[in-house]
């Protein structure tokens, strides 16, 4: 059986898996880096036979790729010949040129709305702790202060001063999102006195979440990727150097009737007429 070893992220793995699962049964090598939330998503999915974390990182995913001959826009015929049970591989490089994902692994169907069987008590978790909160329900999600700061997006200010310009254009709630260490999306929750499930949620639990959620907004993660997977309206907001990823793996059914919208980290006001466009479109 194939393993296939992929870099760390959900993001990373969804788009390589969007391709890789109609090759049928494999098992997963995740490369190993903290939070670890995807195997536990990785686990929810069809054609999945088992999925770990390797001693790898991103850089020696690469170099075994260049070493087998993969390439960077390899073909699933060429992969398919490699006579090993590990395959190194990975759609990003092709992905931050600007190339389509359906040009990765060109011979194989993309699938961009594979389906996610979330267990039952999870659904009944998700759907217990969203409901005492106001339709609709604005999920946001800002991150931390780490990642913040490494990846220049915004900071508590400008994240407040987005949010109320938000708050006077909907209705409902907004519900800030996020795993245990987004101390940021914490913080901004209450100083701006924004109800939160911050660290309340587990892989399962987020997926159905990312699902009964009115609209999401946040930065470039996971959780926003996974929403485009579901079919449901995101904005989602993308560093300068990711410009050419920020669109190039996105459903292109999404991309044309605008419910998913890519911004550049911006001042907060022009952020805001994007997103005022994206929520006349959608909602």
Not at 175 to 202: C, P
Not at 203 to 214: G, R, T, Y
Not at 236 to 243: A, I, L, N, R
Request: glycine fraction near 8%.
């Amino acid at each position: 059986m194939r393993n296939f070893c992929v870099p760390s992220g959900i993001g990373d793995f969804s788009w390589a898996y969007s391709k890789l699962k109609h090759v049928g049964m494999a098992n997963w090598a995740v490369a190993d880096g903290w939070p670890h939330r995807t195997v536990p998503y990785i686990k929810l999915l069809e054609n999945v036979n088992d999925a770990t974390y390797g001693p790898f990182n991103y850089t020696e995913i690469v170099r075994l790729e260049e070493q087998f001959g993969f390439g960077m826009t390899p073909t699933w015929e060429r992969v398919n010949q490699f006579p090993g049970e590990n395959i190194y591989i990975e759609p990003n490089r092709h992905l931050e040129a600007g190339r389509r994902l359906e040009d990765w692994l060109p011979d194989l169907p993309c699938d961009f709305h594979y389906d996610i069987p979330v267990p039952m008590e999870d659904r009944q978790r998700a759907m217990s702790l969203l409901q005492t909160f106001k339709r609709p329900l604005w999920g946001i999600s800002c991150a931390s202060y780490r990642g913040s700061e490494a990846w220049k997006t915004w900071g508590h200010d400008e994240w407040i001063l987005y949010l109320k310009m938000l708050e006077a254009e909907v209705g409902g709630t907004i519900l800030m999102l996020g795993g245990f260490w987004d101390d940021l999306t914490s913080t901004v929750a209450t100083t701006g006195g924004y109800r939160d499930i911050v660290g309340r949620t587990s892989v399962p639990m987020m997926v159905e979440v990312m699902n009964l959620l009115d609209g999401y907004i946040g930065f470039s993660s996971g959780m926003g990727i996974i929403r485009t997977v579901l079919n449901k309206p995101v904005f989602m907001m993308w560093p300068d150097h990711q410009v050419e990823l920020s669109t190039s793996w996105a459903p292109q059914n999404m991309l044309e009737t605008r419910a998913y919208v890519a911004s550049l980290w911006r001042e907060p006001g022009l952020v805001f007429t994007r997103t005022k466009d994206w929520l006349r479109r959608n909602f």
